[in-house]
């Protein structure tokens, strides 16, 4: 998938901020997206402070949501 269509990108803005453990294979896996448009996702998350990075490094990393 190149873009979200908008059910797709509601799903993701109402369950990755809860989710426990965040990384580019797992935004991937779970909407059937690329590498790319999963590192987005949570690149934008995270700016709006919504997600925490836990680990970061080589370009990819692990966050979790926040409190």
């Known amino acids: ?3 979200f269509d908008k059910e797709t990108f509601n799903k993701i803005n109402k369950e ?3 989710a426990k453990v965040i990384t580019i294979a797992s935004v991937s896996d779970k909407y059937k997206c ?3 448009l999963a590192r987005r996702v949570i690149r934008d998350f995270a700016a709006k402070g919504q997600i925490k990075k ?3 490094g080589h370009g990819s990393g692990i ?3 926040t409190a």
Do not use: A, C, D, E
């Open 1 to 3: 998938m190149i873009l």
């Open 54 to 56: 836990v680990i970061y």
């Open 16 to 18: 990755l901020p809860g």
């Open 63 to 65: 966050f979790t949501k």
């Open 34 to 36: 690329n590498g790319s």
